[in-house]
């Protein structure tokens, strides 16, 4: 019995080509374990962990708050690339709010939204982007917006914000770390995100953000829309 030649062909391109591609993968998944790795020098006995997707998540207590970091790859965009979202959440109780979102340029894909799960869709304040969706747990997240929209307008001035959250379980912040290599994604439908890794000082940076919007969800002062 004789083998057809071209399957040998086939045989001997395919091997190595295989090889690569699992070489590829693996050290594709090893550049993604340590993005957060500069971060957990800010945490009391930090928790690191990984997903399937070896995208790590981190949280503990950072000078006493208890904070969640955890970085999402979003392959569910429409008409763009991939984009790595950076996702930064302080979990305190907020007795005395009423919750309030605000989602930046909303496809209706983002699994990762809380804006999307209320059901009050309130008017954006003039100083807030064209393009969002600013939603509350019920009608008095009308007084929760007079509060923050303030310091709402000054986070969402960064292009790179996707969602800010208050909420009666803490406070959100996610924005973008990172958007897929063109090639890899439109050839191999890989999301490779160049120079993705958060250092301790834009989580700091983004926890101080935090922190603003804690001191104007928990004044008694209302405010008006800036």
Not at 93 to 116: C, K, M
Not at 155 to 165: F, G, N, R, S, T
Request: aromatic content about 6%; overall charge neutral; proline content about 5%.
């Amino acid at each position: 019995m004789s083998i057809d030649p071209a399957f040998i062909f086939v045989a001997v391109i395919a091997g190595p080509l295989a090889w690569l591609a699992i070489r590829d993968h693996r050290k594709l998944r090893a550049s993604r374990m340590g993005l957060l790795d500069d971060c957990m020098r800010l945490f009391d006995r930090p928790v690191l962990t990984h997903g399937g997707d070896s995208f790590p998540s981190l949280s503990g207590s950072v000078a006493g708050r208890r904070v969640d970091v955890r970085l999402i790859s979003d392959t569910m965009t429409i008409r763009r690339l991939p984009q790595l979202w950076l996702q930064v959440t302080a979990l305190e109780r907020l007795s005395d709010i009423t919750g309030v979102a605000v989602l930046v340029r909303p496809s209706g894909y983002e699994f990762y939204s809380l804006t999307t799960g209320f059901n009050h869709v309130m008017d954006t304040p003039p100083s807030f982007p064209r393009e969002v969706l600013v939603r509350g747990e019920n009608p008095r997240a009308e007084l929760s917006l007079q509060k923050l929209a303030a310091p709402m307008a000054a986070i969402l001035a960064d292009p790179a914000v996707k969602e800010i959250a208050v909420t009666r379980q803490g406070l959100r912040i996610i924005r973008q770390a990172g958007e897929g290599r063109r090639g890899e994604y439109l050839l191999l439908r890989q999301a490779v995100f160049d120079e993705a890794a958060v250092t301790a000082a834009a989580l700091e940076a983004t926890l101080s953000e935090i922190d603003t919007l804690r001191h104007a969800a928990t004044t008694n002062q209302e405010r008006i829309y800036a």
